[in-house]
C-alpha cells in the first residue's frame, strides 16, 4: 500500500501545478471507503490553495474548505490536462481550469472527504491520533521519540506501524529501518538500548527521504500523479527478500507474521 514516502512524492508531483485551480466539477464513481461528506456540485467554483500533507492523507486547501485526500491499499492519484475516459476503477475525479485530478483504487479504499478545515470534526478524528512527522526536522524531536519507546512495552515493529510515535513507517520501511538499527522486530520498544534508538531515530528520517527522493517504492502498481513510478524497492537490504542473503553476513533473510503483517529481517545482525 502507499505509505509516507509514495503520499509525499504524489503530493510533490501535482501540488506546484494545481496550486490556484478553480474547481469547474466533480464526477464521482463508485463509493469509496468513506462518503465524500458533502454534494460534488457544491465543490464547483472553490478555488485550490496549496496541498500539503498529515501521515498519510493529502490535504487540499481550499477558499472554502478542505479535501483530504487517503489513497488506502491500492490508489493513486493522476493530474493532467486531459486523461482516458472513466474507468471502472476511477472513483474521483475533480475538473479544473489546470487540469484533471483523478484517483484510481482498484480496492476502494481509498478516501476523499470534504471537511470545511482541519477544525472540523472529522478532519480531527483522522488526524489528532497522529504521531510526529519524520521528515519534519522540526517536529521530529529525539526527546519526545526516545521518551516514547520507554513509554511502550509493545513490539518495536507494531509499535511503528501503528503510527502513534511517529507517522508513515509502514510495512515496507519498518523493516528496511529496524535492519540499519540492528534491532529485533520482535523487541519491546522500552528494552532497546540508547544507542539503538538513536540509531533507529536517525535511520527513520534517512531512509524515508531516500525513499522521497527514489520516487517511492513501486511493489505493485503505485506511480505518482505524473504517471511514473518509484525505484526505492531497488534499494531495500531486506524486504521482499526472504531466503537470499544478508547484504551484511550472509544469514538468509527470515520472514515472520507480527499482526497478519509481514517482517522481513536478518536473524544474525539483528538479535533481540
Known amino acids: 500500500m502507499p505509505e509516507l ?49 498529515r501521515g498519510k492523507y493529502l490535504l487540499i486547501d481550499l477558499d472554502q474548505g478542505m479535501l483530504m485526500v487517503h ?22 475525479e475533480m475538473h479544473t481550469d489546470k487540469g484533471l485530478l483523478r484517483l484510481n483504487d482498484p480496492r476502494r479504499f481509498g478516501a476523499v472527504i470534504a471537511t470545511q478545515g482541519e477544525q472540523d470534526p472529522v478532519a480531527r478524528k483522522l488526524l489528532d491520533g497522529l504521531g510526529m512527522e519524520p521528515l519534519d526536522t522540526q517536529q521530529f524531536s529525539w526527546k519526545r521519540f526516545s521518551e516514547g519507546l520507554k513509554a511502550s512495552r509493545s513490539p518495536i515493529k507494531p509499535l511503528l506501524l501503528s503510527g502513534k510515535l511517529v ?47 527514489r520516487g517511492g517504492t513501486t511493489l ?37 507474521r507480527q499482526g497478519q503483517r509481514s517482517t522481513f529481517y536478518c536473524p544474525r545482525c539483528q538479535k533481540a
Open 5 to 53: 514516502p509514495e503520499v509525499e512524492v504524489t503530493r510533490r508531483s501535482f501540488a506546484s501545478q494545481i496550486e490556484g485551480a478553480k474547481i469547474l466539477g466533480v464526477t464521482m464513481g463508485k463509493p469509496l471507503r468513506w462518503p465524500l461528506g458533502c454534494e460534488p456540485q457544491s465543490l464547483v467554483g472553490a478555488q485550490v490553495q496549496q496541498v500539503r500533507r
Open 71 to 92: 489513497l488506502g491499499m491500492s490508489g493513486s492519484l493522476r493530474f493532467a490536462p486531459v486523461l482516458p475516459l472513466l474507468g471502472a476503477h476511477d472513483h474521483f
Open 220 to 256: 505493485r502498481d503505485f506511480s505518482n500523479a505524473d504517471g511514473m513510478p518509484g525505484h526505492f524497492q531497488l534499494q531495500a537490504k531486506v524486504y521482499g527478500r526472504d531466503g537470499l542473503p544478508c547484504v551484511h553476513c550472509g544469514q538468509p533473510i527470515a520472514l515472520l
Open 167 to 213: 507517522v508513515g513507517v509502514g510495512n515496507i520501511y519498518a523493516s528496511e529501518v529496524l535492519f540499519a538499527s540492528r534491532i529485533a522486530p520482535t523487541l519491546a520498544a522500552n528494552m532497546i538500548s540508547a544507542v539503538k534508538a538513536r540509531r533507529l531515530f536517525d535511520a527513520i528520517r534517512a531512509i524515508l527521504a531516500l525513499a522521497v527522493e
